[in-house]
């Protein structure tokens, strides 16, 4: 069993940034494929970026909407994954999610996903 917490959500402007954290029970961390996910009001929850477990080279993975704005990555020491997210938009306001499995970065992409967080929510306003 794997408990994901996420904090560092918020309200902010266009354009500013953010960077909001998971914090994993499980001391194999390590061995999961991380990721984020997304669900706006009235819309499904959407992939945003996952990043591979430690022994695939932490190759990361991003929806199109987000690549060159948002960067994930994990910290395997502290259990934490983290989603800098910069220039943000309007459109990226939603509860996002943090999600494990043991699969891989090709498979979260299809929101295959054993553990989720209980998500926190960004709002930016424009």
């Known amino acids: 069993q794997v408990q994901l917490v996420e904090s560092g959500g918020g309200l902010v402007q266009a354009g500013d940034s953010l960077r909001p954290s998971c914090q994993a029970s499980r001391r194999t961390f390590s061995n999961y494929a991380m990721g984020w996910f997304r669900q706006a009001p009235g819309k499904e929850r959407e992939f945003v970026a996952a990043i591979s477990w430690i022994g695939a080279g932490g190759f990361t993975g991003y929806s199109d909407s987000v690549k060159g704005r948002f960067t994930i990555s994990r910290d395997n020491a502290k259990n934490t994954l983290y989603l800098q997210m910069n220039n943000l938009k309007p459109e990226d306001t939603a509860v996002y999610y943090c999600?494990?499995?043991?699969?891989?970065?090709?498979?979260?992409?299809?929101?295959?996903?054993?553990?989720w967080g209980q998500g926190t929510q960004v709002t930016v306003s424009s």
């Open positions: 999600a494990a499995d043991p699969g891989s970065v090709a498979t979260m992409k299809g929101l295959k996903v054993r553990y």
